[in-house]
Each structure stands twice: as C-alpha cells, then as structure tokens.
C-alpha cells in the first residue's frame, strides 16, 4: 500500500502561479509513476501530467508550457509548478501513484482545490 499526502493548492488570480507537493510514503516499487490529475463537478477526472521514475514525462494538451511537473526519487515526492493559470484550471487536484510492475498498484491523494478567479 503507498499512502499519499498532498500539499498545496488555494485561491489564485488570473495570470498567478501555484505550486502543488505530493509526498509517497510505503510499499513503493521501484519503477513508477506519479502525477496530476484534475476534477470538476460532473466531469471525468483527467490526467493533467505524469512522470516516470524515469522521468519520462506527459502533459495534457490544455497545461503544456504552462504546468511543470518534477519528482525527487530520493524522497520519493513529486511538484507540479502551475504557472500561467486560467479560471479553467479550477479544479480539485488529485495526486496519483502507479506501479510500473510486481503488483500494479494505484492510489489517490485527498485532493486539493485550486481556484483561479478571473
């Protein structure tokens, strides 16, 4: 089991950054990935990025040059740098964690909200 404590978030203006912080702690393979996704109300959650322990990494189209993601295997956390935001990056940010192998666990974060006002 890999438990997920996540950081960050808030209310931000238009145009603002915000930095997000997910910190892994348990049974954690060693090939992985760890990333960002998003939901609102009466919508699917999707995948904003993702990086491999690797650092292999993937953005969705919408956060490309904006949205940073970066990870320390050492400490096994992950930050997603949110530059650039737009009231349609309102959203409630989950962190997420997957097994690249043994036995392809998944886990979730709590959540965290990110407001942009315009």
């Known amino acids: 089991q890999v438990q997920l404590v996540e950081s960050g978030g808030g209310l931000v203006q238009a145009g603002g950054s915000l930095r997000l912080s997910c910190a892994a702690s348990g049974s954690i393979f060693s090939l992985n990935a760890m990333g960002w996704y998003r939901q609102v109300p009466g919508k699917q959650r999707e995948l904003v990025a993702l990086i491999t322990s690797g650092g292999n990494t993937n953005y969705a189209d919408s956060v490309k040059g904006r949205f940073t993601i970066s990870r320390d295997n050492a400490k096994n956390t992950v930050l997603l740098q949110m530059n650039s935001l737009k009231p349609e990056d309102t959203a409630v940010y989950y962190c997420?964690?997957?097994?690249?192998?043994?036995?392809?666990?998944?886990?979730w974060g709590q959540g965290t909200q990110v407001t942009v006002s315009s």
């Open positions: 997420n964690y997957q097994s690249l192998g043994g036995s392809w666990t998944t886990s």
